[in-house]
């Protein structure tokens, strides 16, 4: 995909989940959701997005998948990772996803991602670029 089109994606009615190219762990993660639930949510690495749409929001960006819709930030973390999986036309990933929007289980989840987004350049998938320090 080329700029212009992330950029139409990005900034059109469409949702793009944008995570981190970089990390192999997140690749994985990321192609295993596509093949199992098949989620209608385009997911693309943050670093081939248009520079005036991520700009804002490296920081995030470096430690969360961002949900972004319309060009604004809609969604982070285990709630956006939701809303990927929840996109699929399969009704029990459709479930799930409705599942950890409940308020007892969103705070699990939020806390079961962060701490796998914090270790995820330990895990196994990781590729040598995780490992090196963010400039």
Request: net charge positive.
């Amino acid at each position: 995909m080329d700029g212009d089109e992330m950029s139409g994606a990005a900034g059109s009615t469409e949702s793009v989940l944008a995570y981190d190219g970089d990390c192999g762990f997140c690749q994985v993660t990321i192609d295993r959701i596509r093949r199992l639930a098949g989620p209608q949510i385009e997911a693309v690495p943050w670093q081939v997005l248009p520079e005036q749409l991520t700009a804002p929001h490296l920081a995030r960006l470096d430690r969360e998948v961002l949900l972004f819709h319309n060009g604004a930030v809609r969604a982070g973390g285990a709630d956006a990772l939701a809303r990927f999986v929840g996109s699929s036309s399969a009704r029990r990933y459709q479930l799930a996803a409705a599942a950890a929007g409940l308020p007892g289980v969103r705070i699990c989840a939020r806390q079961v991602y962060a701490l796998v987004a914090k270790n995820r350049r330990h895990m196994r998938g990781r590729t040598v670029s995780c490992a090196l320090p963010r400039p």
